[in-house]
């Protein structure tokens, strides 16, 4: 039998299965979707954007994926997309293709050795949410625990190698020119690739447990290891509901403002004292409560930070001084030589413009201004949006920096559906 | 080469051969004797190949004589296909057996078919390979144009129409309808290969070829239908 291993047969029988590969990537996933004609993707757009322009984003938001991810961080830097698409897409999920109780029951035997039912006392075979790769089911263990189960849709992990792998190859002449650079990929590749293993992901949740133990209003589920693997993630039940559901009981502006500085807080507590981020906004991973508490739920895309990033971060950020002085250029140049990169002219033009033109108005540094900042007008929102498609066509943006401002437009955007009047820079001077 | 076939008895798992008869002593020590002969044989296939075992060599594994095996099996090509209806058989079951799949969609539980052949499958991997191309000669006992083999499509074919059947609106004609179920057949072929050929940890991507392959098929034979 070992003879027949490189016979011409053999040969084809592997080609035509690698060809099936192939099809079992995104573009399977994007047939699939046309063949059923699922119209779930919302359109709450503005209806002005230009066809070629809506087309990308429908594209984009059937591929979802990593495919999509690339997308945004393309459209960030060539302004192909209306910023209010940019905003949503920030906010897609990577949704992975439902899987009928029969898979999910295989998937989780070949996981952890045996069927759900065998496993928990009671299992609800119909997943109650999407999660990042997977879908996430209800569960009573044995002790009488209710838990949420998170299992992975199979093989994800190659369908991104192999998504990745086709990117690279059409991106070739957008990262000769630098429009894409190669760090920004491998940055996201390996980024995502990270998130198909729950195990780390279990790690992040009892890391974050530990290090957001002084927030008193957030919660974080605890793990179930035993009931966990690489594909199954098992944890505690978070109270508390998603943005749509809260909002649509109409909060007063009270309880949206102290959720709002509570969101706000959680985020500058871990990019300046943690140092490291919760970096997936995806509305889905944050529960609200009516004592204005927050669940955090799906850990998967941490950004751990550079103590120097933290540390340049914590410099910079309510910078007293003016903007154009030679000690805020400094501290500028001296961290893009800390991580090795070179700051271009224009890359710290468009630093100082973000800085002047967002930051300060959003943030002022005045210690005596104690005011609340509105995020309910959408002018902020455009700013950032602006300024940051500036600073991304200047090529200065640090790869360490793009997970975290996607966690940050997400953080803007989920303060601006609240309308929540925060005091931000009184928050984040706690933590300089 | 395709002939329409009539579905026999609807519902009910046919046939069920996994499982033994009740019946007599003698026939119950006829049953593990046979048992005996198939477990040696997969064994040898396994681990030294299907080409060089002989059924002398099966018997004296299974500890009888050669020609007991023969009052059982013509050949080992037969001791093979008997293996191969245990699996069809044993697959039917578990769809049929399995009161969760009653009112599953028709994607379900044709995933459940393909998945428990090749969970049957899984531990003699090698033999299948071997099996595969053995299949393709002309003259093969195991190929497609043998009679026996022919049968056992037929019984896979009827089961997967049956299944259709129930699970797809009858009224409107479909042009696909009469050859889906053999089409099935070809994309179970060829989803064994793609088992074969993976090697991704826990056969991971043929999970997510057959869920995505069916659930694409699936939805065309209802477009179809429309």
């Not at chain 1, 029951?105 to 952890?112: E, M």
């Not at chain 1, 990270?194 to 919660?219: G, H």
């Amino acid at each position: 039998m070992t003879s027949e291993k490189n016979t011409p047969a053999r040969r084809a029988l592997s080609m035509a299965s690698m060809g099936a590969d192939i099809a079992g990537s995104y573009i399977g996933y994007l047939l699939q979707r046309a063949f059923l004609g699922k119209e779930e993707v919302k359109h709450r757009l503005k209806s002005t954007h230009t066809r070629a322009a809506r087309r990308m984003r429908d594209e984009m938001q059937s591929l979802r994926g990593p495919a999509m991810k690339i997308g945004q961080t393309l459209s960030l830097q060539m302004g192909v997309l209306p910023d209010e698409t940019l905003a949503e897409l920030a906010m897609l999920q990577r949704e992975a293709p439902g899987m009928h109780p029969s898979l999910v029951r295989v998937q989780v035997k070949g996981s952890l050795g045996r069927e759900p039912e065998e496993i928990f006392r009671d299992f609800t075979a119909e997943p109650f949410a999407a999660a990042s790769l997977g879908q996430v089911h209800h569960a009573v263990t044995r002790e009488g625990q209710r838990v949420a189960v998170k299992i992975q849709y199979p093989g994800i992990r190659q369908t991104i190698e192999t998504d990745f792998t086709l990117f690279r190859t059409v991106s070739k002449p957008a990262q000769a020119s630098g429009h894409v650079p190669k760090a920004a990929i491998d940055e996201m590749e390996q980024q995502i690739l990270a998130e198909t293993d729950y195990r780390r992901e279990a790690d992040n949740i009892e890391f974050f447990q530990q290090q957001l133990a002084p927030l008193s209003f957030v919660k974080v589920p605890r793990v179930l290891r035993q009931y966990s693997s690489d594909k199954v993630l098992t944890m505690s039940l978070m109270p508390g509901r998603h943005l749509d559901g809260f909002l649509a009981q109409r909060p007063s502006q009270k309880l949206r403002n102290e959720l709002g500085a509570n969101l706000f807080e959680l985020f500058y507590f871990q990019v300046l004292k943690v140092e490291a981020l919760h970096a997936d906004p995806h509305w889905g991973n944050y529960l609200f409560n009516d004592d204005a508490r927050i669940g955090l739920v799906d850990f998967g895309c941490v950004k751990y930070l550079r103590p120097e990033s933290a540390a340049y971060l914590r410099s910079v950020f309510l910078y007293p001084g003016a903007t154009d002085s030679a000690d805020f250029r400094r501290l500028l140049e001296r961290h893009y030589a800390q991580v090795g990169e070179k700051l271009s002219p224009a890359a710290r033009r468009a630093l100082i413009r973000f800085a002047d033109n967002f930051y300060r108005k959003v943030y002022p540094p005045e210690p005596e201004k104690q005011q609340l900042f509105d995020f309910g007008d959408t002018t902020f929102l455009q700013d950032y949006l602006r300024e940051s498609k500036n600073l991304f066509r200047t090529h200065g943006v640090l790869t360490e920096f793009i997970f975290m401002a996607r966690g940050e437009m997400g953080l803007y955007q989920t303060l601006h559906r609240l309308r929540a009047r925060v005091p931000t820079s009184q928050i984040v001077r706690k933590y300089l | 080469m395709i002939a329409k076939k009539k579905p026999t008895s609807r519902a009910k798992p046919r046939g069920g051969g996994a499982a033994p008869r009740p019946v007599g002593r003698r026939a119950q020590s006829k049953e593990a004797i046979r048992k005996r002969i198939v477990t040696a044989a997969l064994n040898l296939f396994q681990t030294k190949g299907f080409d060089p075992t002989t059924t002398k060599a099966i018997a004296r594994k299974a500890g009888i004589a050669e020609g007991t095996v023969f009052n059982y099996f013509k050949s080992k090509e037969d001791i093979a296909l008997h293996f191969f209806e245990q699996e069809v058989d044993q697959a039917i079951a578990a769809v049929r057996g399995n009161p969760r799949l009653r009112k599953a969609p028709l994607e379900e539980k044709l995933f459940t078919l393909v998945h428990s052949q090749l969970e049957f499958l899984a531990p003699h991997e090698r033999f299948i390979g071997a099996a595969f191309i053995h299949a393709l000669k002309p003259a093969s006992a195991l190929g497609i144009f043998s009679h026996r083999a022919q049968e056992l499509r037929h019984r896979y074919v009827g089961f997967v129409q049956e299944l259709f059947e129930e699970s797809l609106p009858k009224q409107q004609h479909n042009p696909l309808s009469w050859v889906a179920p053999e089409a099935f057949w070809i994309f179970y072929l060829g989803a064994l290969l793609y088992w074969l050929h993976d090697s991704s940890p826990g056969k991971q991507h043929t999970l997510a070829f057959l869920d995505r392959s069916l659930s694409i098929g699936v939805s065309m034979l209802k477009q179809e239908r429309r």
